[in-house]
């Protein structure tokens, strides 16, 4: 028989959880059945009251069209300005990543993504870091990996894989299983620990 993998024990605990909140869902539907319930009992008792009552009907106003973009682009919440932080390293380029998905009818160049990663750099270091970019390094403008290469070379941790260790090994779930276990996936892709190490350190990382 196969040992179970990390990802076999994440998708458990994720299981657990969903079927935890399912069963509330289905506790908090049965409520307000049961209150509809005792709603159209009540104005059935009353009906027979109020039927010599003249009917008064309200006109509702029919809810407005969904605008829509002219050119189709998607909205989505705007990206959190990068600071300079290394921790935020990581984080900050798969943010611009997946918002790049979403708008890639408008960001075919790569200069035009280099561009949109920098309209989210905050002023002092991260501005000024590109502003050295485009006068000294431009052609990397031409290259949007090699552009991301040289951003986390300079802003990010250079010993990003010792900083996630000490992390793992100090993590402890404070909140949900769910979110404790997205927050140990996230710093698992930066160490190379083998899969029963890692269900080892999550299993001892639980609440008591």
Same mark, same amino acid.
């Given at each position: 028989?196969? *040992?179970?993998?990390?990802?076999?024990?994440?998708?458990?605990?994720? %299981?657990?959880?969903?079927?935890?909140?399912?069963?509330? *869902?289905s506790q908090e539907l049965?409520? *307000?059945? @049961?209150?509809?319930?005792?709603?159209?009992?009540?104005?059935?008792?009353? =009906?027979?009251?109020?039927a010599t009552q003249p009917t008064?009907? @309200?006109?509702?106003?029919q809810p407005a069209a969904p605008t829509t973009d002219p050119c189709g682009a998607p909205h989505f919440r705007?990206?959190?300005t990068f600071k300079g932080k290394a921790a935020n390293v990581q984080k900050f380029l798969q943010? @611009?990543?997946?918002a790049m998905q979403l708008l890639r009818a408008q960001l075919l160049l790569e200069q035009d993504r280099c561009v949109y990663?920098?309209?989210?750099?905050k002023d002092g270091s991260p501005k000024q870091w590109y502003t050295y970019i485009v006068k000294s390094e431009a052609h990397l403008l031409q290259d949007f990996d090699a552009f991301c290469d040289v951003f986390k070379a300079h802003?990010?941790?250079?010993?990003?894989?010792?900083?996630?260790?000490?992390?793992? =090994?100090?993590? @402890? *779930?404070? %909140?949900?299983?769910?979110?404790?276990?997205s927050c140990y996936t996230e710093l698992l892709i930066h160490v190379n620990w083998s899969e029963q190490t890692k269900i080892d350190n999550f299993y001892h990382s639980l609440k008591p």
């Open positions: 028989m196969a *040992q179970p993998t990390w990802a076999d024990f994440a998708q458990l605990v994720q %299981g657990f959880t969903s079927m935890g909140q399912a069963l509330r *869902q049965n409520a *307000q059945t @049961v209150h509809a319930m005792h709603v159209i009992t009540d104005r059935l008792a009353n =009906l027979g009251t109020s008064h009907f @309200v006109a509702h106003a705007e990206l959190r943010d @611009v990543r997946d990663l920098a309209l989210f750099l802003f990010g941790n250079p010993d990003v894989a010792s900083d996630a260790n000490n992390k793992l =090994l100090a993590l @402890v *779930q404070t %909140g949900s299983a769910a979110a404790h276990a």
